[in-house]
């Protein structure tokens, strides 16, 4: 039974999701394109595309025609198989800790015909690459100190020119993440604010 004592603790950042395989379906409807993406047990928002990755999609600017852009915690590849589609010339790099979340990015790349996509581990990217755009709907569950570390290690890594866009709750401390990238000298705006969702706006520091 799911949750008895003694299960394995599963949780979606998890390197090799404890959690069997139970593969699945989602649809993500955008005014601009449509996909339907694999996803599993043991990934983000495996059952539906989440609020706020939608409204991220929806919400921040075209991405870069050209370039290297980021998709940061990038599950099951929504975000980054949206860039890949919108910026076909772009190269995007789909980044996650979960082994099962990346080779899910990978197939939905393939399937959406998006082979500008490289969906790899964090220490897959080379060190020298430098990013015109990020997009994250950051791993807030890890903690504040890693969530933290996780943000100054890749938005370290914006082109001088480029900008970031993070999704994230107000009651999971958006507004504190605001105030706390604008210490740590990243330029964030408040780009819009919906449903309990704030988009942030960050440049490099
Ligand atoms: C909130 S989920 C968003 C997933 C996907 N982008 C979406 O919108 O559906 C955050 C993702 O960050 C990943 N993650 C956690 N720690 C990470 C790390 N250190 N480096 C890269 N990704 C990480 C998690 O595995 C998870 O897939």
Redo the contacts with the bound molecule.
């Keep these: 039974m799911a949750g008895s004592v003694g299960d394995p603790v599963s949780h979606?950042?998890d390197a090799d999701p404890a959690v069997a395989s139970e593969p699945g379906r989602v649809r993500l409807v955008l005014p601009d394109l449509a996909l339907d993406l694999a996803t599993d047990r043991g990934?983000?928002?495996r059952e539906a595309?989440?609020a706020g990755?939608k409204l991220l999609l929806m919400e921040s600017p075209p991405p870069p025609p050209e370039g290297d852009l980021l998709?940061?915690?990038?599950?099951?590849g929504?975000?980054a198989v949206t860039l890949g589609r919108r910026s076909p010339a772009a190269r995007v790099w789909g980044?996650?800790?979960?082994r099962r979340?990346v080779a899910l990015t990978a197939a939905n790349a393939a399937a959406a015909g998006a082979a500008n996509i490289r969906a790899v581990g964090?220490e897959e990217v080379p060190a020298e690459v430098r990013f015109d755009g990020i997009w994250s709907?950051?791993?807030v569950r890890?903690g504040k100190a890693a969530l933290q570390a996780?943000l100054v290690r890749w938005l370290g890594r914006l082109s001088p020119g480029g900008r970031a866009w993070l999704v994230v709750h107000k009651h999971l401390g958006a507004d504190s993440l605001a105030r706390w990238l604008g210490a740590e000298g990243f330029a964030t705006e408040r780009l819009t604010s919906r449903m309990g969702y704030r988009v942030l706006e960050v440049g490099p520091s």
């Design positions: 979606y950042f990934v983000f928002a595309v989440d990755t998709d940061l915690g990038c599950g099951y929504a975000i980044v996650d800790v979960n979340a964090p709907n950051p791993p890890i996780l």
